[in-house]
Structures are given as structure tokens and as C-alpha cells.
């Protein structure tokens, strides 16, 4: 009984008390944090380009990430026989950017300054979206950091350059990191179907360094084999669009695509990429939580960012 808390103090059911990430403390002054996870909210939308809600997804995925934090320290996984983020992993709740409604440039810089101070204080970002336009200012937030490379898991390339002199929406965030110097590639997995870049944005991804899988061809390659394409050594930085999963099991976001992966597809990348590859930061976007009335998408968000943080931190102490 020494391993858990069921048998001492409040038994601190999901629907019990404050809905931060995973139940963990919540420290809002953000020159004070002492964690080696720091959990930041973006709740941006004004990125998309066809349906909005993703505003609304740091706080769903909270709520939804008390189903897997009551009662115990750790989670046991009796396939890996594991105990997945004991309690010697400090995780703090950062709480949210403060978004200013239309003001793209203002909200993006606060979500820029909310990953500095979680790099200040060396704990890994992870940060909770909003669309997919929160990725430029997280990757902005690495300059100085020395070089990433970017793992991308998604249904749409978001190579776009400029649209109508758009330049930081949801479309534009992996052309905005590969123009880093500090970005020395990508890797980008589960594009498919009909996509919101054109050809030429295909041909200068590939140009300036990405490495593109549908969800078929990772499929086919597996997982390791996904994983060992991205450079041996490299420092990697994970972002995930909630569409990358099929909309059967993730209908609750904007521009949901179909033939997507399946939970196992993408929970045996990230475990085989966190034991391969050091990972340096984190973001999960565009759960938009209005279009899935049962909170599944929500889950799967919350429930795929632990078990991730339970890869990476398991990984280190190996």
C-alpha cells in the first residue's frame, strides 16, 4: 500500500475538485515554477479556416484528464509492467495564455511567453491548444534552445505560406518552423486526402527538409521503422492535431478527415520515438469539444498526452 494513496487522505473521485491537468498543482506565477512538467493552455481558434471551437479544448482536455489522475501515484501498464508517471515526476498546471479576441500577434507573443518561462524553469512545455496556428509561437519559444526536430502527426501538410496575407493560421505552422534555423527538419505522418496545401506546398516541404507518411505508408512501415527515419540524435519536438486520428474515434475538432489512425497507431509511435529520441517539447491541438457531445475526443487528447509524458519520463530514468 506504500505505492498509492486509496488507503490515506481524500479519495478524490474525477468529478471531485479543481479540474487542472491531471489534478496537478496549479502555479500561476510563472517565474516560480519548480516542475519537470508544465502544462500551458492555449485557448486560440482564430486560426481556423472552416469550423471554430478549439478555444474551448485546453479546458475539455483538463476536465477529461481526471479520469486518469485519482487515488494513486503512478500508472500501472501490466503489458509494459510499468508504473508510468510515479509521483517523483513533478507536473505543474501553468494555467492558460491570456488570449486577446482577434488580436492574433498579441495572443500568439502571450503563448510565447508561457513556453519561455516553462524552458526558463527547464521543464518540458506541453502545451494544449486552441487550432494549430499555436505551434508558431511554441516553436518561436526554441530560439536559443539549440536545434529540433519537428514530429508532426496530423491529417493536413500546414505548409501553406500565404493565403490572402495570412501568414500564422492553422494551415501555416510547419512552413513557419522549417524557415527556423534552429529546425533542421521534420517529419510529418498521417497526411492524406484531399489537403489544405497545394502541390507546390508538397514539393518546398519536401525542399526544405520534410520527410512526408500518409497514415497507409506509416502503416506499413510501423512503428519503429516511422521512428528510425527521424535523424539519429536528434532533439524532438512532438506536435499532434487531434485529426490525425480517424473521426470515429475523434469526431470533436474542425476539420476532421477520414482514414485517420487508430489509438494504438499513434500511442506505438510516440512510445517508440520517446525511447529512440530525446523529447523537448510538446503540444496537442485543435480538440474542438462542441462537435463530440459524448467528450470522447477530449479523452483520447488527455489520455494520449499522460501516456506520453509516461513514455518521455520513463525514457529518462532509463
Not at 471554430?52 to 500501472?76: D, I, M, N, Q
Request: net charge negative; proline share 5%.
Amino acid at each position: 500500500m506504500s505505492q498509492n494513496t486509496y488507503d490515506t487522505g481524500r479519495l478524490n473521485l474525477p468529478f471531485v475538485g479543481i479540474a487542472t491537468f491531471a489534478k496537478r498543482p496549479y502555479v500561476a506565477d510563472w517565474t516560480a515554477l519548480e516542475a519537470d512538467v508544465a502544462i500551458l493552455g492555449a485557448p486560440f481558434d482564430f486560426g481556423t479556416q472552416y469550423r471554430s471551437g478549439a478555444r474551448f479544448g485546453p479546458r475539455a482536455v483538463r476536465e477529461a484528464s481526471t479520469l486518469f489522475s485519482f487515488g494513486h501515484a503512478g500508472a500501472y501498464d501490466h503489458e509494459d509492467d510499468v508504473t508510468y508517471l510515479p509521483g517523483s515526476v513533478r507536473m505543474v498546471d501553468m494555467g492558460d495564455a491570456d488570449i486577446v479576441h482577434t488580436d492574433t500577434a498579441k495572443s500568439h507573443a502571450n503563448i510565447e511567453t508561457g513556453v519561455r518561462a516553462a524552458l526558463a524553469a527547464g521543464a518540458l512545455p506541453v502545451v494544449i491548444g486552441g487550432d494549430h496556428s499555436v505551434n508558431i509561437p511554441c516553436i518561436n519559444a526554441y530560439d536559443g534552445q539549440g536545434d529540433i526536430h519537428i514530429l508532426q502527426i496530423d491529417a493536413h501538410l500546414d505548409f501553406v505560406d500565404e493565403r490572402h496575407g495570412v501568414r500564422n493560421g492553422h494551415g501555416n505552422p510547419m512552413r513557419r518552423a522549417a524557415e527556423k534555423s534552429y529546425v533542421t527538419g521534420l517529419t510529418q505522418v498521417g497526411i492524406r486526402n484531399v489537403s489544405s496545401t497545394t502541390l507546390e506546398g508538397y514539393e518546398a516541404a519536401r525542399a526544405m527538409g520534410s520527410d512526408i507518411l500518409s497514415v497507409r505508408q506509416m502503416r506499413a512501415l510501423g512503428p519503429a521503422a516511422t521512428a528510425a527515419r527521424i535523424p539519429k540524435g536528434a532533439r524532438v519536438y512532438i506536435t499532434l492535431d487531434i485529426d490525425a486520428f480517424c473521426p470515429s474515434i475523434a469526431p470533436g475538432t474542425g476539420t476532421p478527415s477520414h482514414g485517420g489512425f487508430l489509438y494504438y497507431d499513434v500511442l506505438e509511435l510516440l512510445q517508440e520515438v520517446a525511447k529512440t529520441h530525446e523529447i523537448v517539447g510538446i503540444d496537442l491541438v485543435e480538440v474542438a469539444p462542441d462537435y463530440d457531445p459524448t467528450g470522447g475526443t477530449a479523452i483520447l487528447a488527455a489520455q494520449v498526452l499522460l501516456n506520453l509524458l509516461g513514455f518521455v519520463f520513463h525514457a529518462r530514468q532509463g
